[in-house]
């Protein structure tokens, strides 16, 4: 099994900046997409921002040039540096995380999740 920790969040003004992280623990054999979502208004995770094995980067239009996504393969963690931040960015944010474990087998994980809002 892989497990997924999540750290960061919380609380932060209109402009303000935060970074979320979300470390994998576990029968790692490799990892090929590190992923970020966010839960909407009805409560469906959407698609933030995404990194693969190759360091090509992918983003949802709204969080272009403000949001940054960055992996740490030593550590087998991925960030989410998120500048100028808007009331609307205010969610729950849910890393996943897909590979291969040990065994050969596939895996996709989901991270708890961690809540930010964007308040004055």
């Known amino acids: 099994q892989v497990q997924l920790v999540q750290s960061g969040g919380g609380l932060v003004q209109p402009g303000g900046s935060l970074r979320l992280s979300c470390a994998a623990a576990?029968?790692?054999?490799?990892?090929?997409?590190m992923e970020w979502y966010r839960q909407d208004p009805g409560n469906h995770r959407e698609f933030v921002a995404r990194?693969?094995?190759?360091?090509?980067?992918l983003y949802e239009d709204s969080v272009k040039g403000r949001f940054t996504i960055s992996s740490d393969n030593t550590k087998n963690t991925v960030y989410l540096q998120m500048n100028r931040l808007k009331p609307e960015d205010t969610s729950g944010y849910y890393c996943?995380?897909?590979?291969?474990?040990?065994?050969?087998?596939?895996?996709?994980?989901w991270g708890q999740g961690t809540q930010v809002t964007v308040s004055s």
């Open positions: 990194i693969i094995s190759t360091g090509n980067t």
């Open positions: 576990g029968s790692i054999g490799r990892i090929y997409t």
């Open positions: 996943k995380m897909a590979g291969i474990e040990l065994s050969g087998e596939v895996f996709g994980s």
